[in-house]
């Protein structure tokens, strides 16, 4: 099975300009804990629920004056929408990410494939299995 057999296609999209207030809210809008982050068509970073709290909020910053480009992860892992998944279980495992934002090969954003759809999917389990354990183990 391929990525995009699986993978989530309702994508929102944030800016490194919009505020983390903005952000959050979107995210609560949607029902979703990450939010790629683009500038003029292309992907830049993701910011996380997870970001907003401990990279903003936890350091005192006011989320109305603070933006998503302050602190969103800038080093962006993505996977292409025609790539294996168990290839892509592995190596969700060996980078500790649970999430990862799907291009097509012309590197646009087309979805997110998270570690819950490769779950649903009825990917290899042992794939699964040990993606789970790498990625829950503390760096």
């Known amino acids: 099975m391929i990525v995009k057999e699986c993978m989530t296609k309702n994508v929102k999209l944030g800016s ?3 505020s983390l207030t903005e952000a959050a809210k979107l995210m609560k809008e949607g029902d979703f804990g990450i939010l790629p982050v683009s ?7 993701m910011i996380t629920d997870r970001d907003i709290a401990v990279r903003a909020v936890s350091e005192g910053k006011d989320p109305n004056r603070s933006y998503v480009g ?3 992860t800038k080093k962006v892992l993505y996977c292409y929408e025609d790539q294996d998944l168990n290839e892509i279980a592995k190596n ?3 980078n500790q ?3 990862l934002p799907v291009l097509n090969r012309q ?3 087309v979805g997110i494939l998270s570690l ?3 779950a649903e999917s009825g990917a290899n389990p042992k794939e699964i299995d040990d993606a789970l354990i790498h990625i829950s183990k503390r760096k």
Request: hydrophobic content about 40%.
């Open 107 to 109: 590197k646009r954003l």
């Open 92 to 94: 969700l495992g060996a």
């Open 70 to 72: 302050e602190v969103m």
């Open 16 to 18: 490194p300009t919009m």
């Open 116 to 118: 819950g759809n490769i």
């Open 97 to 99: 990410v649970r999430r």
């Open 39 to 45: 500038d003029k068509d292309r992907l830049v970073g």
